[in-house]
Each structure stands twice: as C-alpha cells, then as structure tokens.
C-alpha cells in the first residue's frame, strides 16, 4: 500500500490511538521495571563516590518516565475524546482540526491558528 492518505478517518484514529495508547502503556511498564532494578541496585553495597552518579541517572529516568507517564495520559485523554466524538474539534474554534495533525499528534486540542496563539501568550 504505497498510496498518501489523505484522509484518515475517525475509525481508523481510534484504531491508531489504541495501538499507540498500548504500545505507550507497554512503555510505562518496561520503564517501570527498568526503574526498579536501577533502584534495586541503588540500595546494595556501594561506595559513596558512586552516589551521586547514580542519583543524577535516577533523576535522568524520572525525567523519562514523567514524559512516558505524559505521553501515556495524553493518548488516554485522547481515546476518551475519541469516545465522545469530541475528538479533532478545536476546543477554541469549534473548527475541524485536519486529519493529518490529528494522525501525528491525535491528543491535539486545538487547530494550529488556535494552538498558535496559545502558545503566543505563553
Ligand atoms: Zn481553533
């Protein structure tokens, strides 16, 4: 299937924001079980000087499961407005967010001239 999709339709969002929603809840739990044994490992037999290495790597993997733990909550806000049918409305404009956004960033709230002048205030 070589073919550019255009359009990708409401059905076929929710099958890819399921897959994403899975792959990104595998990812939590991966990291989760690496952040354990890296904590395991923190708590054995060590000498000071490693302490504070090992402190700096645990706050780099806090860091990363924070973003996991993110990227997860956005996908599940996502299914639920998918849910609803409320997802790929502009949540300022009430305009039709365009599929290709929704495809690459499915958890998108707003259409880009909205979202832009979001950030603008920032
Ligand atoms: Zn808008």
Known sequence: MSVLVEEIS?????????????????????????RSELTAGQFGPGDVADAGSLASESAQQELVSAA??????????????????????????????????????????HCVPCQRTQSGRH
Request: hydrophobic share 40%; proline share 3%.
């Open 10 to 34: 409401m059905a076929d969002l929710g099958r890819l924001l399921q897959e994403r929603y899975e792959q990104a809840a595998e990812n939590v739990r991966l990291e989760a079980q690496v």
């Open 68 to 109: 996991l733990q993110e990227q997860l909550d956005r996908l599940d806000a996502a299914l639920r407005r998918w849910e609803d049918g409320t997802l790929g409305t502009c949540e300022s404009c009430d305009s039709q967010i365009p599929a290709g956004r929704l495809e690459i960033m499915p958890w998108a709230t």
